[in-house]
T-cell receptor, first 116, second 115 residues
Framework: AQSVTQLDSHVSVSEGTPVLLRCNYSSSYSPSLFWYVQHPNKGLQLLLKYTSAATLVKGINGFEAEFKKSETSFHLTKPSAHMSDAAEYFCVARGTANQAGTALIFGKGTTLSVSS | GAGVSQSPRYKVAKRGQDVALRCDPISGHVSLFWYQQALGQGPEFLTYFQNEAQLDKSGLPSDRFFAERPEGSVSTLKIQRTQQEDSAVYLC?????????????FGSGTRLTVV
């Protein structure tokens, strides 16, 4: 069964320093992968998505992620954190279209804290 | 509308009460999903519709949970005889096609508290 593991439940950084949120997936085939962000009392917002095109994916707000099949990883990075980046981040996987499962599979989330 | 709309925003139910949660997807979106997000956890899949057809309901936790989308647009998630473990945020998401490349748009959710 497909699964997503977010390696850190909480990451704390200072404003202006790099952000790294780690995600590993378990799958026997190349999945579609997403990163979503959830601010308090707001809906989930798509940051970026990987769908078997370029392995380095650029998203909104300066975030990017690199798909590494050999490591089954899809880590999220940002060169310089901003206070407004503080939120919950979810790594999400989905199988290919001809697979029976249509659901998105969420990791447990990583809380990003940004201090001034 | 411009986004996925869910109502009510908050719902407090007494244990044993039935509740109905509504989702208005983006107009024209074929796929619709329901997810349950417990406190401090990631969302978990409940059920999936393609137009009016419920193609996957494997995530529904019990037969007290029922979802419908009779005309292929608005969907309702109904929970009968609510229990405290049903307390969670219920998220609805829609997608233009049954195709992962389009991504999914989520609503802000309904926070259900069973007392």
């Amino acid at each position: 069964a497909q699964s997503v593991t977010q390696l850190d439940s909480h990451v704390s950084v200072s404003e202006g320093t790099p952000v790294l949120l780690r995600c590993n997936y378990s799958s026997s085939y190349s999945p579609s992968l997403f990163w979503y962000v959830q601010h308090p009392n707001k809906g989930l917002q798509l940051l970026l998505k990987y769908t078997s095109a370029a392995t380095l994916v650029k998203g909104i707000n300066g975030f990017e992620a690199e798909f590494k099949k050999s490591e089954t990883s899809f880590h999220l990075t940002k060169p310089s954190a901003h206070m407004s980046d503080a939120a919950e981040y979810f790594c999400v996987a989905r199988g290919t279209a001809n697979q029976a499962g249509t659901a998105l599979i969420f990791g447990k989330g990583t809380t990003l804290s940004v201090s001034s | 509308g411009a986004g996925v709309s869910q109502s009510p925003r908050y719902k407090v139910a007494k244990r044993g009460q039935d509740v109905a949660l509504r989702c208005d997807p983006i107009s024209g979106h074929v796929s619709l999903f329901w997810y349950q997000q417990a406190l401090g956890q990631g969302p978990e899949f409940l059920t999936y519709f393609q137009n009016e057809a419920q193609l996957d309901k494997s995530g529904l936790p019990s037969d007290r949970f029922f979802a419908e989308r009779p005309e292929g647009s608005v969907s309702t998630l109904k929970i009968q005889r609510t229990q405290q473990e049903d307390s969670a945020v219920y998220l609805c998401a829609s997608s233009l096609e049954e195709g992962f490349s389009y991504g999914y748009t989520f609503g802000s959710g309904t926070r259900l508290t069973v007392v």
